[in-house]
């Protein structure tokens, strides 16, 4: 499967822990995003990276989120002390960047903060 | 920021109907509009997408529709099957200086159910 992967798929924790995700992008797509998805709802978007340097990052991202992308290749999303309000599926996306920008989801992440 | 309002949240349309699906924004200067079809537990996958320099772009059985002026953009599937039947988001980004997507802001998605 040459797409963009997630691991795991869905995580089951209690509230106050960290979890950590991760997320492999397409093969040479330079650019990768995080997205936040509830029921219901559209994606919400949380950071990208361009390579390893992040340029943007939401103000949904709070201090206990950290995002990584040490190498320019996989990524990986931190929360610390979660909370029930966490409770979503996290989904990364990357693109090619220049004129070829079109974003290709992975199967997502589900958080479940008990 | 930019802001897009979806309309209608849910579409029944019968096999072989059309359906069309309403955006708004807010920002002018987003430049770059997709849609993005979601099948039950499965990730958002790309069906077309559009660049503020068309008005229309088509791709079989569907199309977009931009209207720079007024900050609006549609989807149109025509002769819909039951495949069909998916949550479609629409979604607004500025494109940077180097023509890739910054972000994408999506609409809160329609549930569009396609009866045999």
Not at chain 1, 30 to 38: D, K, V
Request: glycine share 8%; hydrophobic share 30%; proline share 4%.
């Amino acid at each position: 499967d040459t797409g963009v992967s997630q691991d795991p798929r869905h995580k089951i924790t209690k509230r106050g822990q960290n979890v950590t995700f991760r997320c492999d992008p397409i093969s040479e797509h330079n650019r990768l995003y995080w997205y936040r998805q509830t029921l219901g709802q559209g994606p919400e978007f949380l950071t990208y990276f361009q390579n390893e340097a992040q340029l943007e990052k939401s103000r949904l991202l709070s201090d206990r989120f950290s995002a990584e992308r040490p190498k320019g290749s996989f990524s990986t999303l931190e929360i610390q002390r979660t909370e029930q309000g966490d409770s979503a599926m996290y989904l990364c996306a990357s693109s090619l960047g220049g004129l070829t920008d079109t974003q290709y989801f992975g199967p997502g992440t589900r958080l479940t903060v008990l | 920021g930019e802001n897009v309002e979806q309309h209608p949240s849910t579409l029944s349309v019968q096999e072989g109907d059309s359906a069309v699906i309403k955006c708004t924004y807010s920002d002018s200067a987003s430049n770059y509009f997709p849609w993005y079809k979601q099948e039950l537990g499965k990730r958002p996958q790309l069906i077309i997408d559009i660049r503020s320099n068309v008005g229309e772009k088509k791709d079989q059985r569907i199309a977009v529709t931009l209207n720079k002026t007024a900050k609006h953009f549609s989807l149109h599937i025509t002769e819909t099957q039951p495949e069909d039947s998916a949550v479609y988001f629409c979604a607004a980004s500025t494109l940077g200086s180097s023509g890739s997507a910054r972000q994408l802001t999506f609409g809160s998605g329609t549930q569009l159910t396609v009866l045999p």
